[in-house]
């Protein structure tokens, strides 16, 4: 079975710290996601990976990036925590484009 | 560029069926079905590649119009499992998924 693992499930940061949220996959997959998701609003796609160190924007990337060192991980990262960034942040990852995606449990980040 | 899916919500009773839309403004690829129950993550249902192709999983069947770029999902003789929030993921030539708002179902005895 795939396995997709996050770092924390919940996590409380203050408002300008650099926060660091890490997601781990175990099936080789090639796509890496990371979407945070808010009442009412969905999942909202913040930056996708195809390839390692390639990445590309999704629908808000503003105060966001990430990372893709290795293959199997993929990091997002809040360079500068803001209150309107507490939400829930879900990583996920597919085989190729169009595959299904597997989702890790997510993680709660509350930003005081 | 998110879909967009009706209804946000939805109550039923055992048995009964129900139908949650999904359209997009773009060309579609393909449509994603998810279903999250409270807490979890997002479990995939099934994908649908081809303009009317119709696919089942169970009791839960779903449509797309590639032409109209709509996708429809239709959960019959519903049970109390199939209580969660169902998400379509829509996805076009970029490769690139992106996920409507939800909707809520709850199933009651």
Request: net charge positive; hydrophobic share 30%; aromatic share 10%.
């Amino acid at each position: 079975d795939v396995k997709v693992t996050q770092s924390s499930r919940y996590l409380v940061k203050r408002t300008g710290e650099k926060v660091f949220l890490e997601c781990v996959q175990d099936m080789d997959h090639e796509n890496m996601f990371w979407y945070r998701q808010d009442p009412g609003l969905g999942l909202r796609l913040i930056y996708f990976s195809y390839d390692v160190k390639m990445k590309e924007k999704g629908d808000i990337p503003e105060g966001y990036s990430v990372s893709r060192e290795k293959k199997e991980r993929f990091s997002l990262i809040l360079e500068s925590a803001s209150t309107n960034q507490t939400s829930m942040y879900l990583c996920a990852s597919s085989l190729l484009a169009g595959n299904e995606q597997f989702f890790g449990p997510g993680t709660r980040l509350t930003v005081l | 560029q998110q879909p967009v899916q009706s209804p946000q919500a939805v109550i039923l009773r055992e048995g009964e069926d129900a139908v949650i839309n999904c359209s997009s403004s773009k060309a579609l690829y393909s449509v994603h079905w998810y279903r999250q129950k409270h807490g979890e993550a997002p479990v995939f249902l099934m994908i649908l590649l081809k303009g009317g192709e119709q696919k089942g999983h169970d009791k839960i069947s779903a449509s797309f119009n590639e032409k109209k770029q709509q996708s429809s999902l239709y959960l019959t003789a519903s049970q109390l499992s199939y209580s969660g929030t169902y998400f379509c993921g829509t996805e076009n030539n970029n490769n690139d998924m992106r996920f409507g708002a939800g909707t809520r179902l709850t199933v009651k005895p």
